[in-house]
C-alpha cells in the first residue's frame, strides 16, 4: 500500500503543490490549533507526512526547530527548495529513521488517512518510540460515525471516529488530552487528536 500512496501522490505532485503547500490554504482553526499546541513543546517537532513542507515551515517561523518526512519525493525536493536550511528527509512513517526519545513533539496532519485499519498502529507505535517521554502527538485526519475507506482525490483514504482512533492512541502508548473537531458545509468533516506519550 505504501508503494501505492506514494506513487499516486508522486504522479500528482505538482498539482498537489499548486493547490496546497502554502499556509494560505489552511483553515484559520487549524492554523490556530497547531500553533497552540506546538507553543508548549519542548524540543524538536517531527512533522510526519510533511507534503510539501508548509507546515514545517510555520514550525520552524514559529522558533520551532521541526524536521519534515515524506514518502513522496517530489514533495521533499520542493521542501528542500521552498525552505532552505529546514531538514527534510524522504522515508515512510511505518519506520522512521529518527532515533528513540529525540523528539518533544510529532505532527501528523492528516498524513495517516491512507493507512488501512489493520496498519494504523504501525506508525503510531513508531511515534511513540521516537517521541521524548512526555512528548506531544497531534493528529489531524477525517472524522466519521464508522470507520470506513472513501475516495479521495489521489488514493482511497479512511475517515475514522474520533473514539476509535483514540482507542488505537491507547493501544500504542499514547494519554489522549483533547479531540477538536470542526464541520464546514459541502466538506467531510474534520477531526483532530491531541496525545502524549
Known amino acids: 500500500m505504501i508503494n501505492v500512496v506514494s506513487d499516486a501522490y508522486s504522479r500528482r505532485a505538482a498539482e498537489y503543490v499548486e493547490r496546497f503547500a502554502s499556509m494560505g490554504?489552511?483553515?484559520p482553526s487549524d492554523r490556530?490549533?497547531?500553533?497552540?499546541?506546538a507553543d508548549g513543546i519542548e524540543?524538536?517537532?517531527?512533522?510526519?507526512?510533511?507534503?510539501p513542507g508548509q507546515w514545517t515551515n510555520f514550525l520552524n517561523e514559529a522558533g520551532i526547530p521541526a524536521l519534515g518526512?515524506?514518502?513522496?519525493?517530489?514533495?521533499?525536493?520542493?521542501?528542500?527548495v521552498a525552505y532552505p536550511g529546514i531538514p527534510f528527509r524522504t522515508g515512510s512513517l511505518?519506520?522512521?529513521?529518527v532515533s528513540t526519545g529525540t523528539v518533544g513533539g510529532v505532527l501528523a496532519w492528516y498524513s495517516l488517512i491512507h493507512h488501512e485499519p489493520d496498519t494504523i498502529r504501525i506508525p503510531l507505535l513508531e511515534f511513540s518510540r521516537?517521541?521524548?517521554?512526555?512528548?506531544?502527538?497531534?493528529?489531524?485526519?477525517?472524522?466519521?460515525?464508522?470507520?470506513e475507506k472513501f475516495d479521495h482525490a489521489v488514493v482511497p483514504a479512511y475517515q475514522w471516529p474520533v473514539s476509535d482512533l483514540c482507542d488505537e492512541l491507547v493501544a500504542a502508548g499514547f494519554d489522549?488530552?483533547?479531540?477538536?473537531?470542526?464541520?464546514?458545509t459541502?466538506?467531510?468533516?474534520?477531526?483532530?487528536?491531541?496525545?502524549l506519550r
Not at 490556530?32 to 499546541?37: K, N, R, S, Y
Open 25 to 27: 490554504a489552511v483553515h
Open 32 to 37: 490556530q490549533l497547531v500553533a497552540t499546541w
Open 43 to 51: 524540543g524538536a517537532v517531527l512533522d510526519a507526512g510533511c507534503g
Open 69 to 80: 518526512v515524506d514518502l513522496v519525493p517530489e514533495f521533499i525536493e520542493h521542501a528542500r
Open 94 to 97: 511505518d519506520a522512521l529513521d
Open 130 to 147: 521516537v517521541l521524548s517521554p512526555g512528548g506531544a502527538l497531534l493528529i489531524g485526519f477525517f472524522d466519521g460515525h464508522v470507520v
Open 176 to 184: 489522549v488530552v483533547e479531540t477538536h473537531a470542526r464541520t464546514t
Open 186 to 195: 459541502g466538506q467531510r468533516s474534520h477531526g483532530a487528536i491531541l496525545a
